[in-house]
């Protein structure tokens, strides 16, 4: 009786939402096609309000963990992060748990509506989540070494931090590091090709999400490498932009 009552009600609504539709004419009275339903709109990207504060960087580094800020200190907005093809997305990193490690991670186990929309909108399929610390990360000393040698990737980079803190570093338009604090609840995107490093800051821990578009590939490229297909896609896509 329920079942029944409610796909009367559905046929019901249909019917009503047609005959609207068909009741939609032009000022000559000849039937127009139904307007298209527009698709809903995916997790929209943070407004600038709430984008990590971003600076220009000392040009000698002594310690990698430390703000390393230029006196006086020259922010760096939102919008020109943008202008280098970076994608923020502040989360909810409190009411939702991940484990410590897991190599790889079915991103479909996750409970976060913000961040299915994300994943579904741009194709993530896969997902793996690592704590950088020496009693979780097997290879630690090589590896954070290598995290922050100047590099590029040949595809997207999306790092989403679920817990402790650290710093993307990333070459602007003029080839002059920015430094971005990357902490709790950050999700952001960084595009293929762009010269960049990171580093664990004082805290000295970082609990990631690392996701990608089909199967993932971890390579990393030194600088320089201009020849390198995907760094000539980023200078034609981001630097040589009118």
């Given at each position: ?150 590099h590029i ?66 390579t990393s ?22």
């Amino acid at each position: 009786m329920f079942k029944s009552t409610i796909c009367r009600h559905t046929v019901t609504r249909h019917l009503k939402q047609y005959a609207v539709t068909n009741r939609i004419r032009t000022m000559s009275g000849v039937l127009t096609s139904p307007t298209a339903i527009k698709p809903k709109l995916g997790a929209k990207e943070s407004p600038d309000s709430e984008w990590p504060e971003a600076w220009l960087m000392t040009d000698i580094v002594e310690d990698k963990k430390a703000e390393n800020r230029m006196i006086p200190n020259v922010p760096v907005e939102a919008a020109e992060l943008r202008e280098l093809g970076l994608s923020y997305w502040k989360m909810d990193a409190e009411n939702y748990t991940y484990p410590i490690q897991s190599v790889p991670w079915n991103p479909n186990d996750s409970m976060d509506p913000k961040l299915i929309q994300i994943r579904n909108d741009r194709g993530y399929s896969y997902a793996d989540i690592i704590t950088i610390h020496p009693d979780h990360l097997p290879g630690y000393e090589e590896k954070t070494h290598a995290f922050f040698k100047e590099h590029i990737h040949d595809a997207e980079e999306i790092r989403y931090v679920v817990d402790g803190s650290g710093y993307f570093d990333v070459r602007d338009k003029e080839d002059r590091w920015v430094r971005i604090p990357f902490k709790k609840g950050d999700l952001m995107t960084l595009p293929e090709g762009i010269y960049h490093r990171f580093t664990k800051d004082s805290i000295d821990t970082i609990h990631l999400m690392r996701l990608f578009i089909g199967s993932p590939i971890w390579t990393s490229f030194n600088r320089p490498c201009e020849e390198h297909p995907s760094r000539k896609k980023y200078v034609e896509q981001y630097l040589n932009k009118e």
